[in-house]
Each structure stands twice: as C-alpha cells, then as structure tokens.
C-alpha cells in the first residue's frame, strides 16, 4: 500500500452485538477519521435483517448480505463450508470482492486464508468471575478465544491486565496480543437535554451522582445500595440515578432481587433507576452530575471511566487494576467491596465539587481530546500496518 492509499478494513456487525461493542466500533471510527489523511477506510458487513445498520454507523459504509443473517440459506451454506474445508471460503471471498485486505474486530477465516485477520478479545471475565457464567458459556468463550489466538494474525487487548489474561490463557500465542487502549469520544453537548427539564421528566432536585451502568451482576450495584444505607444513617444522604438495561441474560433474576435489597435497605428513595433513557437526556445527566460512578467487580478498559476523563468528570470508581490503568485524572477510588470506604469517598467528590470548577476541568478536557483521539487512531493504525506487512 502506498503512503497516498487508503486500505479498507472489514467489520462484521452482529445481530447480537451488546450496546458496549457498538459504542466502541463508534468510538474507533471517529480516531481513525481524525488521521491526516484517512489512511484506513472502515467497512461494515451486516446481515440484510440489520435495518438499522447504516443509521447507527453514519458515513461509514455498510454493506448488507444475507450470509450473515442467522439461519438463512446462505448462513448455513457458509457454515457447512467452513467446517468442511476449515476456512470460511464464502466470507473470504466477500471481503476480497470488496476490496477488504484487513478483517478487523470481527472473526477469524480459518486457516491459509488470503484476508489478514485482527481479532478482538475486550476481557477475561469469565476466567476472573466464573460465578457468573454457566459451565457451558465458560466452554464456549474458552473455545473462542483459542480459535482468534490460533487462527488470526493479531489480537487487540485494551489493556495490559487484558494482555496478561491472554499470556496464561494461552502462553504459546501471547505474542500475537496488540495492546489498543480505545479513548471514548466525549459526547456532545449541543443538543444535551437542560438540567430543568431533566428533573422535571425523572423527578428528583438537587446534587446527583449518575451510575450508568448495565444492571450485570458483575457491575455491582449493590455495594452502591449499601454505601447509600450507610450515607442515611449518618444523615449525610446522597441521590443516585442508574441507568442502563436492566436485562441480564445470564442472571434473569438479578434486577428483581437488587430492587429488593435495595427496599431493605430502605434507599429507594436516594436510588432511582431511570433504565435506558433518550441519549440526549444522559448526555444532559452526565454534564450536571457531581460525579459519575463505576463500581464495577471486574472491566476490559471501563467505557464510563473513558467518558469521564473525556468530558473532565469526577468519577468515584472500584479500585480494581485496570481502573487503576485507566488513571483518570479526578478519580476517587474504593475497596471494591467496601461500602463504608464507597460512601466515604462519594462524600469526599461530594464535599469536592464546585460548579465552576467543573465546567473548566471539562473544557480543559475537550482542549485535550483531539490529540488523545488522534494516538488512539494512529496506535491501531499501527497493528493494522503490522499485519498488513506479514
């Protein structure tokens, strides 16, 4: 590839993909369009059942074929194949239709196949927490993540905790680990929902701690719960709004159960889950927040830790290794376990936060996001040449 060429790299939309991998995909797009230049060109592959498919991923080209609908004639001829011959000989020839010379974030081919691979690994929680994994999906990641280490050229990490799992994962190909740390866009405030009418629609008043989280068991809302007990009875209450899915595949009953804590805990009123809500309306949350907060058990490279540093935010968070990783600059940190330390530490951003020093720290950060864009860009344009070379 000449310096004056731009090389198109594939990427496979599921049906299944979880709002978090979308978001990254966003996220990624806008650093590799912020390099002078445009020297990787973006592609989509999707299912022709994903109709939203080019709405959620505008001005990045989308092509839709039924091979990648499930079930569907094509699918099942392509999966025949493949097992047959070891290669995915009819997505193969797709790509190269197309012009695609790099598969990125996406799958693997099989083996000798013409089309370099980058696959994508965000985390070893089930390793980590296989608590929360039924023995049968622990069989199928593990599976997974061998086939990406064996079949394809190179596996993105978003952190070095990521690039460690993977060495004891499997030791004989940690070589192949890219370390690609994703910098989350902040999010614009132009259309972000006004303060007024946000309380008026969700009904509360006054300071707020936002935790945007899905409600996963591994996400740990309910050390919040505790922390919030904890606040009320020093009579020092705090408001906590919690949005996100409150669907958990792998745990059907594990929202019902934490709203009961939650009730024996006697904190509903200092607790309101708002659920998936219009994006204006959490950009608008995140802005007027005292702080966010992510008290997760375990995370790949935390997209909520990413915002906050984006957008300047105080953020109280877990201390876990790759939060401390992530190294936000207004972070305050709390056993992960430890609700005592928790409601102390979102006293403190509490005690912390001065309106206008907010609003500088994030214009200090909007300053500083489009360099910070820019490496992470160049960073995975980096693994890209590497394997494009091989």
Not at 291 to 297: Q, V
């Given at each position: 590839m000449s310096k004056c060429e731009s090389m198109r790299v594939g990427f496979i939309l599921s049906s299944g993909d979880w709002l978090g991998g979308l978001n990254y995909l966003r996220n990624l797009f806008a650093a590799i369009h912020a390099l002078p230049g445009s020297p990787i060109t973006p592609v989509i592959f999707s299912g022709k059942r994903q109709v939203n498919a080019s709405a959620d991923f505008s001005g990045i080209e989308v092509i839709q074929t039924s091979v990648l609908d499930r079930k569907s004639s094509g699918w099942f001829l392509r999966q025949i194949i493949a097992k047959t011959t070891a290669?995915?000989?009819?997505l193969q020839r797709l790509l190269?239709?197309?012009?695609?010379?790099?598969?990125?974030?996406?799958?693997?081919?099989?083996k000798q196949t013409a089309v370099k691979t980058i696959g994508w690994i965000p985390d070893f929680q089930h390793v980590h927490l296989p608590e929360f994994f039924s023995p049968e999906e622990r069989r199928r990641r593990d599976r997974e993540f061998m086939k990406l280490c064996v079949h394809c050229d190179k596996v993105i990490v978003s952190s070095k905790c990521a690039a460690a799992d993977l060495g004891t994962f499997s030791p004989e190909y940690a070589h192949k680990a890219e370390l690609l740390r994703f910098v989350a866009s902040p999010v614009s405030l132009a259309h972000a929902a006004g303060l007024p009418d946000l309380q008026r629609l969700y009904s509360f008043n006054g300071p707020y701690f936002l935790l945007p989280n899905q409600f996963w068991a591994h996400?740990?809302?309910?050390?919040?719960?505790?922390?919030?007990?904890?606040?009320?009875?020093?009579n020092e209450p705090l408001l906590v709004l919690a949005t996100g899915s409150s669907?958990?595949?792998?745990?059907?009953?594990?929202?019902?159960?934490?709203?009961e804590y939650a009730a024996e805990c006697g904190v509903l009123d200092c607790f309101r889950v708002l659920g998936r809500i219009p994006f204006d309306h959490l950009v608008g949350l995140m802005q007027h927040a005292t702080?966010?907060?992510?008290?997760?058990?375990f995370e790949g490279w935390s997209t909520s830790v990413e915002e906050a540093k984006s957008m300047g935010k105080q953020i109280v968070l877990s201390d876990i290794p790759v939060h401390r990783e992530q190294g936000p600059e207004r972070g305050f940190f709390f056993p992960v376990d430890d609700p005592e330390a928790l409601a102390t530490a979102m006293r403190a951003a509490y005690n912390e936060f001065d309106a206008q020093k907010d609003s500088a720290m994030q214009e200090a950060a909007s300053a500083r996001f489009p360099e910070r864009k820019q490496e992470f860009g160049r960073a995975y344009l980096r693994t890209v040449m590497r394997v494009s070379q091989y």
């Open positions: 290669r995915d000989m009819i190269r239709r197309h012009g695609i010379s790099v598969l990125s974030h996406s799958s693997h081919l099989g996400k740990n809302h309910r050390v919040v719960l505790s922390a919030l007990q904890i606040l009320k009875r020093r669907d958990d595949y792998r745990n059907p009953s594990f929202f019902p159960s934490l709203l702080a966010l907060i992510n008290p997760s058990r």
